[in-house]
């Protein structure tokens, strides 16, 4: 699976845009882009996916640039109930043997929503 | 709608004591089960997936062992817990290779 790269902390207003951005330069064509978050002492909670065209949900928006190498979720009117580390994940839409469903979790971006 | 629980909750082992964690799906049938684990300040590693009944797939070689003795049911154990085996463990499950879904976790902590 293709590595990600996010900033390590962001911090927001409450009732702005969160704007959270993730590289992948080397994710390949059969590759989605998975976006999680986890609330402290919590499990990670899906947040949204996808592999071409940007997506919607009651979440959150992901933009994902034409030639797929960055994205950005984008959560829009944050609140405080937002803060949280945000994982973004490359994954192979398919995969059979050792890798079959795997996530590969790195660091993710402490998002810090302040009033 | 489908539902993960996980439990317990919270545990205090001393080393070298058995452990037992027992995670359960509601909701659906024939899910693919995860095992991951977080020690403090990192991120989730895979620890075991499975895809049925009895098929069980270890990603790291470690002290703990899982099974999955029922459809929903996926189970973590050790014989004797180590210090390294104090973390947040999580049970996470999908439909076949789509999106995985995690339950509450369990922390553990090896004294």
């Known amino acids: 699976d293709a590595k990600t790269t996010q900033p390590t902390s962001m911090d927001c207003a409450e009732g702005r845009a969160a704007n959270l951005p993730c590289n992948h330069s080397t994710i390949s064509g059969n590759e989605y882009v998975y976006w999680y978050r986890q609330i402290h002492s919590q499990g990670p909670q899906y947040i949204i996916h996808g592999l071409k065209n940007n997506e919607t949900n009651e979440m959150a928006s992901l933009i994902i640039t034409e030639d797929r190498k960055s994205s950005t979720l984008i959560l829009p009117h944050a609140t405080l109930r937002d803060t949280a580390v945000y994982y973004c994940?490359?994954?192979?839409?398919?995969?059979?043997?050792?890798?079959?469903?795997?996530?590969?979790f790195g660091q993710g971006t402490i998002l810090t929503v302040h009033p | 709608s489908q539902t993960i629980h996980q439990w317990p909750a919270t545990l205090v082992q001393p080393v070298g004591s058995p452990l037992s964690l027992e995670c359960t799906v509601e909701?659906?049938?024939?899910?693919?089960l995860y095992w991951y684990r977080q020690a403090a300040g990192r991120g989730l590693q895979l620890l075991f997936y499975s895809v049925g009944i009895g098929q069980i797939s270890s990603e790291v070689p470690q002290n703990l062992s899982a099974s999955r003795p029922q459809d929903r049911q996926f189970i973590l154990s050790s014989k004797k817990l180590l210090l390294s085996d104090s973390g947040f463990y999580l049970c996470?499950?999908?439909?076949?290779?789509?999106?995985?879904?995690f339950g509450p976790g369990t922390r553990l902590l090896v004294l």
């Open positions: 994940i490359v994954r192979v839409a398919y995969a059979g043997g050792t890798s079959y469903g795997k996530l590969t």
């Open positions: 996470a499950w999908s439909v076949i290779q789509e999106t995985q879904y």
């Open positions: 909701g659906t049938s024939n899910p693919n």
